[in-house]
């Protein structure tokens, strides 16, 4: 079984879902096709001037995240998967510290139906440490990866390219995962 193929197993798994969109360079092509188009993920263009907005409400672009694995993650404060998922991210991130990796960034970004300090506190709350405080404030960027509804987390590699979107909520948690996304992240998938 290859990598992408075990990965998922892993996740439905771990989550009782039954599909995921998935892209890698094993997959059949033309569902491939299907999938960037439904999405309308033709071009990396759009990941460079991607804005939303950070803890000091100052514009961040994904572009700055040049040369690293992001795990890019919508959320909502309502959604009660949501907080579950932004909470096994949050470990997800502490893992990564404990093994002083630094090419990889979770982007993890609130739909923001709280006000700032709201969202501050939630993440105090609910001991959200590891993972800075990311808000979209218009819903601009969901709008642009065609986010309908979180929780969704992409995968976009060093060089910028979209090659796999989660819609449901996982367990970020499991060593596996860990394992896949470490395997992967300088191995074009």
């Known amino acids: 079984m290859n990598k992408l193929a ?4 892993i996740l439905l798994f771990s989550t009782n879902i039954l599909s995921a969109n998935v892209l890698s360079s094993g997959a059949n092509q033309q569902n491939v096709r299907k999938i960037l188009e439904k999405y309308n993920l033709k071009t990396t263009k759009k990941i460079e001037d991607s804005k939303f ?3 000091a409400a100052k514009e961040v672009y ?3 995240f040049n040369n690293k694995f ?6 909502a404060n309502w959604c009660i998967e949501c907080v579950n998922e932004l909470k096994s991210l949050n470990h997800l991130q502490k893992e990564f510290d404990k093994l002083k990796i630094t090419d990889i960034e979770i982007v ?8 700032f300090e709201k969202l501050k506190n939630f993440y105090q709350n609910h001991k959200i440490n590891k993972l800075k405080i990311y ?8 709008n642009e990866f065609k ?4 929780p969704t987390t992409i995968f976009i590699d060093k060089k910028g390219i979209i090659f796999a979107r989660f819609n449901n909520t996982y ?3 499991e060593p596996s995962i860990i394992d896949y996304i470490l395997d992967i992240k300088d191995n074009n998938h």
């Open 6 to 9: 075990l990965f998922i197993s």
């Open 53 to 55: 907005f950070n803890d």
């Open 62 to 64: 994904l572009k700055e």
């Open 70 to 75: 992001i795990i890019l993650n919508f959320w």
């Open 108 to 115: 993890s970004v609130s739909d923001n139906t709280l006000e």
């Open 135 to 142: 808000f979209d404030l218009n819903k601009n960027l969901m």
């Open 147 to 150: 986010i309908n509804s979180p």
């Open 171 to 173: 367990n970020w948690r």
